[in-house]
């Protein structure tokens, strides 16, 4: 889809996803070279999400965007839910 062609396109750099939820969109970029950072406000959605995707490249956490524990500029793209 459309994220998927996205993420494949961006130069190396970690990717923030932001609402991940069940890894709906997640699921779909576990084989891009690149490190997801897939977040949600629902530990019960990130824990399922977690359970079910398995990929080295992807990081899951419980996190609220409004106060996102990240350096300014640390991810070279960043998509949302």
């Known amino acids: 889809g459309l994220v998927r062609e996205w993420a494949s ?3 190396d750099g970690e990717i923030l996803e932001i609402g991940a939820g069940d ?3 997640t ?3 576990t084989d891009i070279p ?3 950072i897939a977040t949600d406000l629902s530990p019960a959605l990130i824990k399922k999400a977690s359970d079910t995707i398995k990929s080295e490249n992807i990081r899951f956490s419980v996190a609220n965007v409004e106060y996102l524990q990240y350096e300014d500029e640390c991810f070279f793209g960043i998509f949302g839910n």
Do not use: K, V
């Open 34 to 36: 690149r490190t997801i």
């Open 23 to 25: 890894g709906m969109l």
């Open 9 to 11: 396109r961006l130069s």
């Open 27 to 29: 699921r779909f970029l």
